[in-house]
C-alpha cells in the first residue's frame, strides 16, 4: 500500500466538537477551516444551542463535512419523526447517527423519513451511521446489562443487523474494525472514535487506539479526533492537528 499523503491523512479527519460553547467550537471551525475531512457536532453542543443554530453557525465560516453525533433512540415512529426534522433544519449535514439497539425498525424508520426530506428539498441524503457498542463500555459493563459474550460479539451482532436494515455505516471502537470488516465488507463507512495520540489520557474511554494503528488496519475509516486536537490553546491546534497527522503516516510518537 502506498503512503498516504498528509492531505489525505487530513481529509480522514473529523475533529470532535465536544465543547460547550458555541464561541468555542466556531474558534476551533475558524483555525483548521477545510484542512480536515469535517467536523463532529457534539451532543452537549447541539443540545444546549440547537442542532441548527450550531451548524449554520460552524458552516457559515467555511463550507466543510458536518457530522450530527445525536444518537438517535426511540419507537420507530418517533425515530423517524426526529431524524427527519434534524436533517430538514440542517441541510448540510453528511452524517447523522442512531443507536443500533434500537433495533431494525428504527434503523429503517430513521433512513427512510430523513431521505424523504432530502428527496422534498431535491438535494443528497445524509448517510446514516449506526452506533454499535460506546468506546466508554467493555465487556463488563455489557454483562451487568445482560449482554453475553465479548464486546466485539456485540459490535458484530449490532453491525449485520443495522448495514442490513440500511445503515449507510457504523461507528465503533478501532479494537473491532478489523472484525467488522470481515462481516460487513468493505464498502460501508466505518467512523471511529476512541483515538489518542501515545500519552494522552483515554479519559472515559476504555476500547481505544492510536490514529496511526487503525489507519494501517483499515485506510478507509474516519477518524473522530477529539481531545488531542480541541484541548490545545487557540494558535496551537494546527500543530496538533499536524502531530496527528505524523502518527497517521509514521506512527511518530509526539513531543
Known amino acids: ?26 474558534e476551533a471551525v475558524d483555525e483548521l477551516g477545510n484542512r480536515v475531512g469535517g467536523y463532529k457536532i457534539g451532543l452537549e453542543l447541539g443540545t444546549s444551542k440547537g442542532w441548527s443554530t450550531v451548524h449554520n453557525a460552524l458552516t457559515a465560516q467555511v463550507q466543510v463535512s458536518v457530522f450530527g453525533d445525536i444518537k438517535i433512540k426511540d419507537i420507530p415512529k418517533t425515530a423517524g419523526r426526529t431524524a427527519a426534522a434534524l436533517i430538514r433544519g440542517n441541510p448540510g449535514f453528511t452524517f447523522f447517527n442512531v443507536h443500533a439497539d434500537g433495533g431494525e425498525a428504527m434503523i429503517q424508520a430513521a433512513r427512510e423519513q430523513s431521505e424523504a426530506v432530502a428527496v422534498s428539498e431535491g438535494r443528497q441524503r445524509p448517510k446514516l451511521l449506526a452506533v454499535t457498542v460506546l468506546t466508554s463500555l467493555d465487556e463488563s459493563d455489557l454483562s451487568k446489562q445482560g449482554i453475553a459474550g465479548s464486546t466485539a460479539d456485540q459490535v458484530i451482532r449490532l453491525g449485520k443487523l443495522a448495514i442490513s436494515a440500511g445503515a449507510d455505516g457504523l461507528v465503533c471502537s478501532a479494537r473491532e474494525v478489523m472484525l467488522l470488516r470481515q462481516a460487513i465488507g468493505p464498502e460501508p463507512i466505518l ?27 483499515d485506510p478507509k475509516a474516519l477518524l473522530v479526533i477529539g481531545s488531542d486536537i480541541m484541548d490545545k490553546s487557540p494558535g496551537q491546534r494546527l500543530a496538533a492537528l499536524e502531530r496527528v497527522i505524523d502518527n497517521i503516516i509514521f506512527g511518530i510518537q509526539p513531543e
Open 1 to 26: 500500500m502506498a503512503m498516504m499523503t498528509r492531505q489525505e491523512a487530513a481529509q480522514r479527519i473529523y475533529v470532535a466538537l465536544d465543547v460547550p460553547k458555541i464561541e468555542l467550537a466556531a
Open 191 to 217: 467512523m471511529v472514535p476512541g483515538l489518542r495520540l501515545p500519552g494522552s489520557s483515554t479519559r472515559d474511554q476504555k476500547r481505544v487506539m492510536e490514529p496511526g494503528e487503525l489507519v494501517r488496519i
